[in-house]
């Protein structure tokens, strides 16, 4: 009789045994699967909002300091703008979003204030020598949340308080901190005077409680432009995977330019790496559990079931049926309930995610083809783990002994 046939008699003819074993199977698989997919999408949204702090890694001149950078206190010390080019053609990985700025002193009515110049993701697109390589031929999403549904949303102007990222900003367009807006009494849509030029306001900007309150931001070459400083910046703000940033990112980028200082921004990297650890342990927790408990529950079906047919396995082995053959057919119908399982295990554990994750994690969440794969390996794995004692048992039966037992 042919293996295929035994295995395929054996799972029908116990059906209950079988049942029993594939629903642990299948509930374990579904939970992970379901941990899993909620935990993807809940660290993208967490990614996301830690995103909204700012940038974590500066390229500042050596003789600035953080404390400065945060001051705004930066007159006078510059770097080229060639070193954005230099960080978009690298092959640094890591580097999610560049934000080259050049801040000066302003005064409006009396009251003086920075002008920050920006550039746009426009002017990043519309170079030519650009695309297609460095940073911008690779995919995003360690730092930033990139083309998920429901996650990614269009970039409003008053993003730019933190993330400094904005898709166009005319040459003479200006957004206005709350503070300035205040003081002056100025709002959107109304024309400002800086450093001899009319900008008009398309944006104040809402309140953050840091020295951007205080700043007016512009184009960047506009800026530059106006006060005769030519192609130079005061600092790059980078938004980096903290993954990366963990393996040397920081190091990389300052043999990149010597000449700058590169610092990061320790508050905020701790956060996202503590926030993306916990996400991982918690997922790999569960695992653990599912991973035991569902080992444990197939080698007492295994077990159980070579107890109750010692008699046929010798009867089997009597008849010129090899060990391996007898570990085959056990080994071979663990394999699957482990496909079936993990089948089943992610098409439920999916299910529950996208309808019980918005709710529990208040984040969209759909499905994640690829654990699909990743379900079915980690079911099989379990349930062979879990016969493969058993097995090895039925393999060594001595058939004289077997069939002398009532």
């Known amino acids: 009789m042919r293996l295929n046939t035994i295995v395929r008699r054996e799972l029908f003819e116990r059906r209950t045994q079988v049942i029993t074993s594939f629903l642990a199977v299948l509930l374990g698989i579904a939970v992970i699967v379901s941990v899993k997919t909620v935990s993807y999408y809940s660290e993208k949204a967490v990614s996301r909002e830690l995103d909204a702090l700012g940038a974590n890694v500066l390229v500042l001149p050596k003789s600035i300091s953080v404390q400065d950078y945060y001051s705004a206190d930066m007159e006078g010390s510059e770097i080229p703008e060639e070193y954005v080019t230099r960080l978009v053609m690298s092959d ?28 746009p993701k426009q002017e990043f697109q519309a170079k030519a020598m650009w695309q297609g390589a460095g940073i911008f031929s690779r995919p995003q999403g360690c730092g930033v949340v990139a083309n998920i549904p429901g996650l990614s949303k269009p970039l409003s102007k008053e993003t730019l308080v933190r993330e400094r990222v904005i898709d166009d900003l005319g040459e003479f367009e200006a957004l206005v901190g709350a503070d300035v807006a205040s003081l002056v009494g100025i709002e959107s849509g109304e024309d400002l005077t800086l450093l001899g030029r009319s900008f008009s306001v398309i944006a104040v900007l809402p309140g953050t409680g840091t ?13 530059q432009k106006l006060t005769g400083k030519g192609p130079v910046l005061n600092a790059i ?3 980096g995977c903290c993954v990366e940033i963990s393996q040397g990112l920081v190091e990389k980028i300052n043999k990149l330019l010597p000449e ?25 927790v569960f695992l653990l559990i599912i991973a035991v408990v569902g080992s444990v529950s197939i080698a007492n079906y295994m077990f159980a079931n070579v107890f109750e047919r010692r008699r046929e396995i010798g009867t089997l082995v009597a008849l010129g049926a090899r060990p391996s053959f ?14 079936v399982g993990g089948i089943g295990g992610y098409l439920l554990g999916t299910l529950l995610a996208v309808t019980l994750g918005p709710k529990l994690a208040g984040i969209p969440v759909l499905p994640i083809p690829s654990l699909a794969a990743w379900g079915v390996g980690i079911s099989v794995a379990i349930a062979m783990a879990g016969s493969y004692l058993p097995a090895r048992r039925a393999s060594r039966i001595d058939p004289f002994d077997a069939l002398q037992e009532v």
């Open 92 to 119: 640094l990985e890591g580097l999610d979003n560049l934000s080259p700025k050049l801040s000066v002193p302003v005064e409006i009515e009396g009251r003086s204030f920075t002008l920050t110049g920006i550039l």
């Open 211 to 223: 020295v951007d309150d205080s700043r007016v931001f512009a184009h960047l070459h506009t800026v």
């Open 237 to 239: 703000e980078v938004v």
């Open 260 to 284: 700058a200082e590169v610092v990061t921004i320790g508050q905020i990297i701790e956060t996202q790496i503590n926030t993306n650890q916990m996400m991982r342990r918690l997922s790999g």
């Open 326 to 339: 007898v570990m085959n057919v056990f080994l071979l119908k663990a394999a699957v309930l482990g496909v």
